[in-house]
């Protein structure tokens, strides 16, 4: 859990940051009206996923690390506890709360793992 600050993800959520929950895609299941989840791809790294019906955003896949960001607010019983801010160069909110903030991403996801000062 994190934070992301890529204009990617500030678009996607319409706020200066966006919180985050990483999943392996095969923990996410649909159970009901899965017929009213569209999906929207900006870019190919990421499928966004929302509800027709109410408008809602619920996940985002990424496709390359078969991983998925589940919107917090959507799982009741998660206490969010983020430990880590990404892509922290895009900042337009910065945060002195003593976490790592990385330049990109961690280089087990593919970034250069090069952090930031707080």
Known sequence: MGFCYCNSCRHWSG??????????????????????????????????????????QLFSELPALTLVDVYAPLIPSLKFEPAVHVHYQETVLPMKDGLPKLKDLPEELGGSGSMLPD
């Open 15 to 56: 706020a200066q940051v966006n919180g985050f929950t990483l999943w392996p895609r095969s923990a996410l299941t649909i159970l009901k009206r899965a017929e009213n989840v569209a999906t929207y791809s900006r870019s190919g790294r990421s499928l966004r996923h929302w509800c027709t019906a109410c408008g809602g």
